[in-house]
C-alpha cells in the first residue's frame, strides 16, 4: 500500500498502529498522548469531542502496556485508541446525547458496544460530538458546539455522526463508532473522506445507545480504511441477549472480505446502480462533481469484471416522507424519558410549581429546536385520527421500500448510488431550512427503512472535498459491502499513488 | 360531600344494571418482565432496580419467557384463542411512575381473545365473556408525604417507589356484563372469587388483593328497565377486597340511580372506591382524557407462540376450580347448597387437604366449619391463616376417631397446636389430655363419687336410673374432663346397680 506522507502516528491507520503496538514500535501511553496532544491543539477549532477523558485513557493504556510487558497475551486491538459517539452510555464517562438535558450525567452502565471495546483493551479517548440525539445531518444541532471539517473549517462534517467523522478524518482519533438512523454513520463518513458503515439492523446491539428511532437505529464504524472499519466492526457485532431485536447470528468475515476486495477478486459480481439515486430523471438536487465521481466509480467496478446495470427501486422515491413520519414519532416517544425526573437537567423544581410544570419546563429548555419539532411532528402523527394516515402508510411505504429492495436483489448482488448529493456544505448553509437538510440523507434512507447494511467509501474529490460512494447489500451480507468498498478503494488509492486522507495531510502540512 | 343514594330494592324497580370488570394480576415469577431485578414484595424502596426498570436513556427490554407462558396459561383456564403472533405497544404518557414516560402493554393485539368464566350465584349460573388478557408491565409506586389521607391532594412532596416498576401484569378485561339484575354485585364479586381461584391453581401468581398483586377495576352503569341501550358507564378503582368489589357496585348502582333519578347525566369517568365508607368519588374524567397514542413497541420482537407449545400448556394444565368442585361434591356426596357452604367459607381447599391427610370427608367438614371456623371468626382472621394445617386436623380427627380424645380435650389440644405447642399428638401427650382408660385413678374417682353422694346412690338403687348422670358429672368434673364418659357410666353401673 501507499506510505504516510509524516511518520505523525495520527495520521496512520489503525491496522499500521496495530502491528506497531504488537513488534514495540510505540506504547498505548505515547499513542494516546499522541491523540490527545492533537485533540488538544486542534479541537479548540474542530469541535469534534465534547468529552476527552484524557486521564483515564492514559491510565487505560499504561494497563495495557503493563500487561504487554508482562508477557500477557493480548488482543489485536489492545491499546489502539478510539472515538465513541456521544450517543452511546459509558459508566463513569459523561454522556449526553448531545444535549443539554443530559448535562452531567454519569451513567451508571456501559453499552454493549462500549464493553466489548473495553473488553478488546482499545483505550477511549473521549465521546464525540453529535447533532442533539442524533437529528442532523451537519451536527450544526448540538447543543453544545458545532464541529467542522476538517477539510474545509468552514463547512459541516455531516451528521449526526459529525464529530466521530472530524475526529477520525482530522486524526484526533484513529477511528470512532457512530450511529446510522437515516444516513448518521455514512453522510459523515461520505463528506469528511472516511469509511463508514452501517450494518444489517440488529446485526450490532443497541443496548446502551440512547434510542432515537428504535426500529431504524444501528450503530457502526468509522474508520480511515475498509479494513479497519471491518476490523471495528467484527469487534463490536453479534448477537446480545440485553436487545431483543439482536440478531442471534455470526458476524460474516468481514475483515476476510475487506482483505479479497482489496485484491480485486469482484469477477461476477453484478452490480445494480440505482436508478432512483441520482441517475436519469432523479438527479435534481445532487452536485454534478458527485455524479461524475460516482460514475468513474461504477466503471471502475465494471473495468475489475462487474456486472453493472442499472436497476429501478421506485418506492425510493417516497422514503424520505416515510422516513420523517416514523423516526419522529419512534422519537417522540423514546424522548419521553427525559422529563427532569431521575436524571439530567431539572429546572424549576423551587417548591412553588407542580409536577407537570417542571417537567413541562425541563423539556422546554432541556431540548434544542430541532429535537422539539421532531417530537411534536411525531406526537401528531401517532395521534388518534391520524395514525394510519401517517404512521400507518408509512409503515407501509416501509414495506414497499423492502419489496423494491428485494425484487432488485433477484437480479443483483449489491445496490450503488452516491452516499450523499452533495458534498460537504457551509456552516449555517441550511440551518433555517429543514427540508433541505432532510435531503442529505435522500440516498441512504432506503437502506435504513429496509434494515439492510450500507457502507460508504471515498471515491474521490469535488470541489476539493470528499465524494462518498454507497454500497448496499442484502440483510446479514455486510461481507459483500466491505467486499466491494474495499476492491473501490485499492483502486482509486492505486491510480492516486496514495490515500485520499493523506491529500487532506498534505494540505494540512503546506498550511 | 355526600351523594343521594337511591334504595337499592327500589332502584330495581325501574333500573337494569351492565357490569364489567377489568382485573389487575401481578404475576409471581422471579424477575420483573422486561429485565432480571428480583420481584420480591417488601423489599426496601428502589433495591429492586436496575438501568432497564428506571428506564435510564439506551437500555432496552427483553421479554420475560416465563411471564408469557403464565399469560398464555390464564388465557387457555379462561378458553381464550392464543394469538398465534402478537406485539407488545408503548402507552404513552407522562407520570413520574412510569420511568420511561410509556407503559410496554399491548393494544390491538393481545395475546388471547375471547373467553369466557362462568360463575355461580344463589344456584344460578351467569357466563362471563372475556374479551381479551394481555400482558404488561406494572408501573412505580407513588408515596405521597406531607398530607393527611395519603393521597396526592394535599401532600407536600412525592416519592417514587421503582421496586414495582416492570413487574409482569396481567390485565383481564370482560365484555360488558348485562342481565344479572339484583345479583350484579354478587356476580361481580364471584367472578372476582373465581378468576383468583383459578389463577391461584395455575400458580401464576399468590393474587393477594391487600398485597395488590391482584387490583380490580369495577365498570358499572344503569340503564332504564328495558331500554335496548346501556347507560354511561363509571370505572371505579382501588376496589382491593373481594368484599369490596359488591359494594362498589351495590354503591355505584345505587348513586347513579339517584342522578338518573334526579334527571341528570352519568358522567364518563375514573371513581375512587373508599374502604371505611364503602362510597365512591371522582376521579379524573375519561372524557378529557389523554390520547396515548399507542404504537407497536419497536424494541421487542413480536411475541409468536408456538401451536404445539400452546397445546401442550393446554393439555398440562391443572384441575381448575370448577371441575374439582364438582368432583368434590360427588366424591363427598355433598348437596350443591352444602357445597356453596365450603366454598363460601373459604374451606374446600382446606377440607380436601384434610381429606387427603387421611380425615373422613364428614369430620374434616365438620372440624373447618365448625370449631376452626368459630376460632378464626374470633381471632378475625381468614380460615387459610390459623395456625393449624390441614394435616394436624386430620391427626385430630384420627384421635378422636381412635379414642385417644374426645370432642372437648380434642378442643383442648387444638389450643395447644394453636399456640404453637407441636402436633396434637405431641401436645395431647404433653398436655396429658389423652382419655382415661380403666385406671386406678379412674376407678378411685368413680369410688370417691359414689361414697360422696348416697343419697343419689339410693335414688338410683331405687329405680330412678338416670339419676346415675349426676354421678358420671362428678367423675368427669374430678378427672377434668379427661375420662371417657361411656365407660364411667358403665363403671357406675357395675358398683351401683350391677352389686
Known amino acids: 500500500m501507499s506510505t504516510p506522507v509524516t511518520d505523525d502516528l495520527t495520521s496512520l491507520d489503525a491496522a499500521e498502529l496495530g502491528r506497531r503496538l504488537a513488534a514495540g514500535g510505540t506504547s498505548s501511553v505515547e499513542l494516546t498522548q499522541a491523540y490527545l496532544d492533537r485533540i488538544a491543539a486542534e479541537d479548540g477549532v474542530l469541535g469534534a469531542y465534547l468529552h476527552v477523558a484524557g486521564e483515564a485513557a492514559l491510565a487505560r493504556a499504561g494497563e495495557v502496556d503493563a500487561a504487554r510487558a508482562a508477557g500477557e497475551e493480548l488482543g489485536p486491538l489492545a491499546g489502539l485508541p478510539v472515538a465513541l459517539k456521544d450517543v452511546f452510555v459509558t459508566e463513569g464517562v459523561p454522556t449526553t446525547s448531545g444535549s443539554r438535558i443530559l448535562e452531567g450525567w454519569h451513567p451508571p452502565y456501559d453499552a454493549t458496544v462500549a464493553a466489548r471495546l473495553k473488553a478488546a483493551g482499545t483505550v477511549l479517548l473521549g465521546k464525540t460530538n453529535m447533532d442533539e440525539f442524533a437529528m442532523g445531518s451537519s451536527t450544526e444541532n448540538s447543543a453544545y458546539r458545532p464541529t467542522r471539517n476538517p477539510w474545509d473549517p468552514d463547512r459541516i462534517p455531516g451528521g449526526s455522526s459529525g464529530g466521530s467523522s472530524a475526529a477520525v478524518a482530522g486524526g484526533l482519533a484513529p477511528w470512532a463508532l457512530g450511529t446510522d438512523t437515516g444516513g448518521s454513520i455514512r453522510q459523515p463518513a461520505a463528506v469528511t473522506g472516511l469509511v463508514g458503515h452501517k450494518p444489517t439492523y440488529g446485526s450490532v446491539s443497541r443496548y446502551g445507545l440512547i434510542a432515537f428511532s428504535s426500529s431504524l437505529d444501528q450503530a457502526g464504524p468509522m474508520a480511515r480504511t475498509v479494513l479497519d472499519a471491518a ?19 455470526p458476524v460474516p468475515l468481514l475483515v476476510k472480505a475487506a482483505q479479497e476486495g482489496a485484491r480485486g477478486e469482484l469477477a461476477g459480481l453484478r452490480v445494480g446502480v440505482v436508478r432512483e439515486l441520482g441517475g436519469d430523471g432523479h438527479s435534481d438536487g445532487y452536485d454534478a462533481g458527485v455524479l461524475d465521481r460516482v460514475r468513474e466509480t461504477v466503471e471502475l467496478l465494471a473495468g475489475m469484471g462487474a456486472d453493472v446495470r442499472e436497476v429501478s427501486c421506485p418506492a425510493f422515491d417516497l422514503a424520505l416522507p416515510a422516513y420523517y413520519l416514523i423516526a419522529p414519532s419512534e422519537a417522540s416517544s423514546n424522548l419521553a424519558r427525559f422529563e427532569g425526573m431521575r436524571f439530567g437537567l431539572r429546572v424549576g423544581d423551587d417548591g412553588s410549581r407542580s409536577l407537570e410544570e417542571v417537567m413541562s419546563l425541563t423539556r422546554e429548555q432541556g431540548f434544542g429546536p430541532e429535537v422539539k419539532r421532531r417530537i411534536i411532528l411525531g406526537t401528531y402523527a401517532l395521534s388518534a385520527g391520524y395514525y394510519d394516515a401517517y404512521y400507518g402508510q408509512a409503515q407501509k411505504v416501509r414495506t414497499l421500500i423492502t419489496r423494491d429492495f428485494t425484487t432488485a436483489f433477484d437480479d443483483v448482488d449489491v445496490l450503488v448510488s452516491p452516499t450523499s448529493p452533495t458534498v460537504a456544505w457551509p456552516i449555517g448553509a441550511r440551518v433555517d431550512d429543514p427540508l433541505a437538510m432532510y435531503a442529505a440523507d435522500l440516498c441512504t434512507l432506503p437502506a435504513s427503512l429496509a434494515g439492510l447494511p450500507a457502507i460508504s467509501v471515498p471515491c474521490g474529490l469535488s470541489e476539493g472535498l470528499p465524494v462518498g460512494f454507497q454500497v448496499m447489500a442484502p440483510a446479514l451480507a455486510d461481507d459483500r459491502c466491505y467486499r466491494v468498498a474495499a476492491a473501490v478503494e485499492a483502486a482509486l488509492d492505486a491510480a492516486r499513488g496514495s490515500r485520499l486522507l493523506d491529500e487532506l495531510a498534505n494540505r494540512g502540512a503546506a498550511a | ?32 418482565m422486561f429485565c432480571g431485578c428480583a420481584t420480591t414484595f417488601g423489599a426496601e424502596p428502589n433495591t429492586q432496580t436496575c438501568p432497564v426498570c428506571l428506564g435510564l436513556p439506551g437500555s432496552l427490554p427483553v421479554a420475560n419467557a416465563a411471564a408469557i407462558e403464565a399469560t398464555i396459561r390464564i388465557g387457555l383456564a379462561l378458553g381464550c384463542r392464543i394469538a ?22 399491548q393494544y390491538d393485539e393481545p395475546l388471547c381473545t375471547a373467553g369466557h368464566l362462568d360463575v355461580e350465584v344463589d344456584g344460578e349460573t351467569y357466563r362471563v365473556e372475556i374479551e381479551r388478557v394481555h400482558l404488561e408491565e406494572d408501573t412505580g409506586k407513588n408515596l405521597h408525604v406531607g398530607g393527611a389521607t395519603g393521597r396526592i391532594h394535599g401532600a407536600s412532596h412525592s416519592l417514587v417507589d421503582f421496586n414495582r416498576a416492570g413487574i409482569p401484569l396481567v390485565e383481564i378485561v370482560t365484555r360488558p356484563i348485562p342481565g344479572t339484575g339484583a345479583k350484579a354485585p354478587e356476580v361481580a364479586r364471584a367472578y372476582v372469587t373465581e378468576l383468583r381461584e383459578i389463577i391461584q391453581t395455575l400458580g401464576a401468581s399468590d393474587v393477594r388483593m391487600e398485597q395488590g398483586s391482584l387490583r380490580c377495576d369495577v365498570n358499572t352503569s344503569l340503564n332504564p328497565v328495558g331500554d335496548l341501550e346501556w347507560g354511561t358507564r363509571t370505572e371505579t378503582k382501588n376496589v382491593n ?18 342522578v338518573l333519578d334526579a334527571g341528570g347525566r352519568v358522567l364518563q369517568e375514573t371513581r375512587h372506591f373508599h374502604e371505611d365508607a364503602g362510597s365512591t368519588s371522582p376521579g379524573r374524567s375519561k372524557e378529557e382524557a389523554t390520547d396515548y397514542r399507542y404504537f407497536p413497541e419497536p424494541d421487542l420482537v413480536p411475541v409468536a407462540p408456538d401451536a404445539e407449545w400452546v397445546e401442550k400448556l393446554a393439555a398440562e394444565l391443572p384441575e381448575l376450580p370448577a371441575a374439582r368442585r364438582a368432583r368434590l361434591q360427588e366424591e363427598w356426596g355433598l348437596s350443591a347448597t352444602e357445597m356453596a357452604w365450603l366454598v363460601n367459607a373459604g374451606a374446600l381447599g382446606l377440607v380436601d387437604a384434610t381429606v387427603a391427610a387421611g380425615a373422613t370427608p364428614a369430620d374434616a367438614r365438620k372440624w373447618w366449619l365448625g370449631e376452626l371456623a368459630r376460632r378464626a ?11 393449624v394445617t390441614p394435616r394436624q386436623v386430620a391427626e385430630l380427627t384420627r384421635l378422636v376417631a381412635e379414642g385417644t380424645v374426645n370432642d372437648q380435650l380434642a378442643r383442648q389440644a387444638l389450643d395447644g397446636v394453636l399456640a404453637g405447642e407441636g402436633d396434637p399428638a405431641q401436645v395431647v401427650a404433653a398436655r396429658g389430655l389423652a382419655v382415661m382408660g380403666e385406671s386406678d385413678e379412674l376407678v378411685a374417682a368413680v369410688e370417691a363419687a359414689i361414697a360422696g353422694a348416697p343419697d343419689v346412690v339410693a335414688k338410683v338403687r331405687g329405680g330412678k336410673v338416670q339419676a346415675l348422670g349426676a354421678l358420671v358429672g362428678a367423675v368427669m368434673k374430678a378427672t377434668r374432663g379427661k375420662a371417657d364418659a361411656a365407660t364411667v357410666k358403665r363403671m357406675l353401673e357395675e358398683r351401683v346397680v350391677g352389686s
Not at chain 2, 406485539?87 to 420511561?100: S, V
Not at chain 2, 373481594?242 to 354503591?251: K, T, Y
Not at chain 2, 371468626?377 to 395456625?387: F, P, Y
Open chain 2, 84 to 105: 398465534s403472533w402478537c406485539r407488545f405497544a408503548r402507552k404513552n404518557y407522562f407520570y413520574p411512575d412510569i420511568p420511561k414516560g410509556f407503559q410496554t402493554s
Open chain 2, 241 to 258: 377486597s373481594l368484599r369490596s368489589v359488591e359494594r362498589a357496585v351495590r354503591f355505584e348502582m345505587r348513586r347513579q340511580a339517584a
Open chain 1, 231 to 249: 476490523v471495528l466492526h467484527e469487534v463490536i457485532g453479534g448477537h446480545d441477549r440485553c436487545d431483543s431485536t439482536s440478531i442471534d447470528a
Open chain 2, 377 to 387: 371468626n374470633d381471632a378475625g382472621v381468614e380460615l387459610a391463616e390459623l395456625a
Open chain 2, 1 to 32: 360531600m355526600t351523594a343521594t343514594l337511591v334504595d337499592y330494592d327500589e332502584l330495581l324497580t325501574r333500573y337494569e344494571p351492565v357490569i364489567g370488570l377489568e382485573t389487575h394480576v401481578e404475576l409471581g415469577t422471579a424477575s420483573k
